[in-house]
T-cell receptor
Framework: NAGVTQTPKFQVLKTGQSMTLQCAQD?????MYWYRQDPGMGLRLIYY???????DKGEVPNGYNVSRLNKREFSLRLESAAPSQTSVYFC??????????????FGPGTRLTVL | LAKTTQPISMDSYEGQEVNITCSHN???????ITWYQQFPSQGPRFIIQ???TKVTNEVASLFIPADRKSSTLSLPRVSLSDTAVYYC????????????FGKGTHLIIQP
């Protein structure tokens, strides 16, 4: 099992460009998450999907959109990138909604730089 | 939404036992306590989870007092490879609750 995979690993964008970060899991998990982590900071939740067909905002959703394409895949889209979105983005998944007795499994991250 | 408070950083030496305490004064009845470990340039990794009393696995122990207003992650006989950031999360899985990582505790192990 590959666990949680993310593409791309690195990306450089110019201000105003758009892009989609891809995430897939092969653990048959119901819930998936997108976080961002800025230098020296903890992870902040952008969006999450408790189950296929549902998405909800997290702590910092502005400037992002998500799509739960199917049970395996959860994508994050930046419609018009801004330098403030320079960060490392982590995708995660869990069997049930994390925060209770469910652990999250994280991908390796995507390092995004917006010039 | 239960908030957590952890020390920003801690130092210790190889072979020592390290205890990291997390305060969560307004923890709710249904909340679980979960700890994650993060190495540089990697995603967090689950360490241990508990609801009350003591939980032990192959890498750590988690001590939770009866009032559940705090918890202590105990790492026995640490090595240099335990240098990482440790996060304490509290929540019941009812939404974004329990998905707040905070800044964590940066643990530095010295030889």
């Amino acid at each position: 099992n590959a666990g949680v995979t993310q593409t791309p690993k690195f990306q450089v964008l110019k201000t105003g460009q758009s892009m989609t970060l891809q995430c897939a899991q092969d653990m048959n998990h119901n819930s998936m998450y997108w976080y961002r982590q800025d230098p020296g900071m903890g992870l902040r939740l952008i969006y999450y999907s408790a189950s296929e067909g549902t998405t909800d905002k997290g702590e910092v959703p502005n400037g992002y959109n998500v799509s739960r394409l199917n049970k395996r895949e959860f994508s994050l889209r930046l419609e018009s990138a801004a330098p403030s979105q320079t960060s490392v983005y982590f995708c995660a998944s869990s069997a049930g909604l994390a925060g209770g007795n469910n652990e999250q499994f994280f991908g390796p991250g995507t390092r995004l730089t917006v010039l | 939404l239960a908030k957590t408070t952890q020390p920003i950083s801690m130092d210790s030496y190889e072979g020592q036992e390290v205890n990291i305490t997390c305060s969560h004064n307004n923890i709710a009845t249904n909340d679980y306590i979960t700890w994650y470990q993060q190495f540089p340039s990697q995603g967090p990794r689950f360490i241990i989870q508990g609801y009350k009393t003591k939980v032990t696995n192959e890498v750590a122990s988690l001590f939770i007092p009866a009032d559940r207003k705090s918890s202590t992650l105990s790492l026995p006989r640490v090595s240099l490879s335990d240098t990482a950031v440790y996060y304490c999360l509290v929540g019941a899985g009812g939404g974004a609750d329990g998905l707040t990582f905070g800044k964590g505790t940066h643990l530095i192990i010295q030889p």
